[in-house]
């Protein structure tokens, strides 16, 4: 059972909610820079005043109000057992995960040039399709986040197909991994409440982010 994360030999980890938050945006932001840093850790840290210190970047009495205020938030969690980050290399790893993601079982993982790194449920061609898309539709964000953002305030960076229902069809989300824009392609209803979804954005982390921490 996940406790209040100050008390002690508790792990630190972060929900799907929290890994959602980190990587479906990329302006910097503490909170986000503290979970995507979390997650280039092998595995979860076993929690003190030091880990804080150095997730945060702020000293004992602040780096503690964060983490508490991390907590309350539900973007972190207290661990009674450490996690490990996915032991496999990514290109084994995507096929089994992408497919939970989806209530369909199909899903995409396209870089930012609009090639796609894995898929599952898509024939070859639709993947490859679909990743193309998703480089454009990038670059329609890109020219127009102004008036998306600023003048009309909406925030979500993500792009979908729907039906006369608002049920989605196939969703393109973002995620920003360090320097590096990836897109998640959905059919269906997206499944991102889940461990599965960390999973991918741990490996992504484990590969691709570029945060450099001390060895704790």
């Known amino acids: ?39 280039q850790y092998p595995q979860t840290p076993l929690f ?3 880990v804080a210190c150095e997730l945060s970047n702020l000293k004992k009495k602040r780096a503690l109000e964060f983490v508490h205020w991390l907590q309350e938030a539900g973007l972190i969690i207290g661990l009674e057992h450490s996690e490990q980050a996915p032991p496999e290399t990514l290109e084994r790893l995507l096929p089994q995960l992408l497919r939970t993601l989806s209530d369909e079982g199909k899903a995409v993982l396209a870089e930012s040039r609009g090639l796609y790194l894995g898929s599952a449920g898509f024939p ?23 008036l998306l953002q ?25 995620i920003y991994i360090g320097q590096n824009r990836f897109t998640l392609i959905i059919g269906g209803i997206p499944q991102l409440n889940q461990p599965a979804f960390k999973q991918l954005v741990w490996a992504l982390e484990m590969r691709y982010g570029n945060s450099e921490l001390s060895s704790l």
Do not use: C
Not at 18 to 31: I, K, M, S, W
Not at 153 to 166: C, E, K, T, V
């Open 150 to 174: 600023g003048n009309l305030g909406y925030r979500q960076r993500a792009w979908g197909l729907i039906d006369a229902s608002g049920n989605s069809e196939v969703g393109f989300w973002p």
């Open 124 to 146: 070859h061609e639709a993947a490859e399709e679909l990743a193309a898309l998703s480089a454009n539709l990038t670059a329609v964000y890109a020219r127009h986040k102004e």
């Open 1 to 39: 059972m996940s406790e209040y994360i100050l008390n002690e030999n508790l792990y630190l980890g972060a929900t799907p909610g929290g890994v959602y938050y980190a990587v479906q945006d990329n302006t910097p932001e503490a909170g986000r820079d503290f979970i995507h840093k979390l997650l």
């Open 48 to 50: 003190n005043t030091e």
